[in-house]
């Protein structure tokens, strides 16, 4: 945990209300239930700039849950997304004035960002949070039932932009106030290590949200694919996804194994290497982090006296009743 994980949860409270990105007090209570500084605080344990990241990270929570609402219809979230969009140009000299209060964040944080960083840097980040924006969008139809499942590789694939982990990892280097060499941020290899990360932490994700996605008939998560592909129970195709995680997760140290084996061929001083190194470890750091933050929100249980997923044991789920 971030030392200072407890003062920031406060100013995120106090910078997301002076914005007004609170529709009135249940929802600001609500917010601060979940602790969203403190999930900075678990996956950015060591980085300078806590307070930057966190509130980036609470505000796309904030997104995140406009456009999951039912009563956000798809003209109202189709606004936001382009709106939201508007406010980080790659080019700082292009301003356009935000239609909404979500917006008006987003250029308030794009503004405290990006001009400490590089254009590539720049680019990246609009580039993830785009993709973020446009597979939000796609999965709305899907969440509100309009949609078949669909099989796991297309899953994944989309679930790796849904996730949003893309632009959460770009912000390690705005914590730390540093850049990765373009040479080997770029590289096929250096994406495998992230897409592993990014499985391991998305597809946990999927797992803890579970009884909340099947309380609300939302078949968008990894358990509903892989019960359709292997015409399997609940029970055995949670098993499945937990193990999916667990492969995941060595996936990336072996990726990680890869990418140190052949440093040699990226032609980056050692000081550059540090910082790549140093990737890896707040990559592994990041997994580890969202999973301790997940064992311990309330924010995927069904009701106040409802029990997270993290408390059953994976060869013990009965969802027969769903």
Sequence with gaps: MHPEADRVQESLLHWASFHGLFQDSRQRDGYAHSEFARFAGYTYPRVAA?????????????VDDFLDQPRTDDAQAEALVADLLAQLPVDLTHRQ??????????????????????????????????DWLALSLRARPHRQGRSALVSVP?????????????MTFDLLEVGHDRELPETVVDSDLYRSVRFAANDAISWTND??????DLAEGDADHLTAVVRQARDSTWSEAAGK??????????????????????????????????????????????????LYWHQHTPRYRISPEGTAFATRKENQFDYAGH
Aim: charged share 25%; glycine share 6%; net charge positive.
């Design 50 to 62: 806590l307070e930057t990241v966190a509130w980036w990270h609470g505000h796309n929570w904030l």
């Design 97 to 130: 004035k935000p239609k909404s209060a979500l917006a008006t964040a987003a250029a308030d944080l794009w503004r405290r960002t990006a001009p400490g960083r590089s254009t590539a840097w720049r680019s990246r980040y609009r580039a993830h949070y785009r």
């Design 154 to 166: 297309t899953y994944i694939r989309r679930r790796r932009l849904h996730s949003g982990a893309e």
């Design 207 to 212: 797992l803890y949200s579970l009884p909340k």
């Design 241 to 290: 996804a937990a193990r999916m995680v667990h492969e995941a997760t060595a996936d990336f140290t072996a990726a990680c194994g890869d990418l140190r084996a052949i440093r040699g061929l990226y032609e980056v001083t050692d000081a550059q290497w540090a910082i790549v190194d140093d990737s890896l470890k707040d990559l592994a750091l990041w997994i580890s982090g969202s």
